[in-house]
């Protein structure tokens, strides 16, 4: 007996002549089996599919959240590197106030500490603290910058640097003899040749030879007060110059009245001489 391995299907068929026909369809399991297949092939392919769309879907999530923590990243670096910049020109001008100041002098080293304490974390919070304490820095900078900028015309520098020797006043002849003669400056003993700088800012208003003073250069500074600077082996700056504290005006020398290499240094106030050690830091 042969064995039949198809499916039958009976369709019973009404016409509008209420007559009945009966069809029928045949389907072999070879058939089925392979619909079958196919059919999980199908979800198969179909599932895989919206798996790798998933995937796809959450790699791009991910990518885009990368790409955006790379520019936070990138924005938060850049604001510290601008911070980074306003921190040294903050101290940069710091030294500058404290040159213009004359708290330091030559000699003087810096003194480096210890750094340490507990690390923070460094998030967006810990940054705006850090910029709005940079812009009140440099907002108090700028307050004293402008009152030293002031004082600068009031010499307070040392133009040389040196041991103090024949003072303000009456003293003996250097040059011998028993007389006495009035001193209108003070001496700074130096080494020939030693650069001299300018007390304070001002415009040169003499620069050449003077009886008794040799090769002197006059600086004013404004309000009735200038500074002499006597005796120099070399003058390096010209009338109507401007000079800034600390600036090199020539070298030290021994020409004019002089026994030896030194600076003769003057202080007036409308032309009348004051004791120039009240204008030397450390002096008194």
Known sequence: MVRDDRFYAFIVAHTSRSRSRI??????????KLSAVCALFALGAALYGFYGLAQQARHLSIESENARLREENQRQRQQLENLNNRVEAV??????LVEISGATGEGQTAIIGGTGGPALPFDEAALSVLESKTRQVEQELEVYKTILEERSVIPSLWPVRGNLESGFGGRRNPFGGASFEYHEGQDIDAPYGEPVAAAASGTVIHAGWQNGYGQVVYIDHGSGLT??????????????QSLARGEKLGLVGSTGRSTGPHLHYEVRINNEPVNPRRYLPGAN
């Open 23 to 32: 069809r029928r369809i045949a389907i072999h399991k070879r058939w089925l």
């Open 91 to 96: 101290e940069d001008a710091s030294r500058k």
């Open 227 to 240: 500074t002499r600077y006597g005796h120099l082996s070399q003058i390096e700056v010209a009338v109507g």
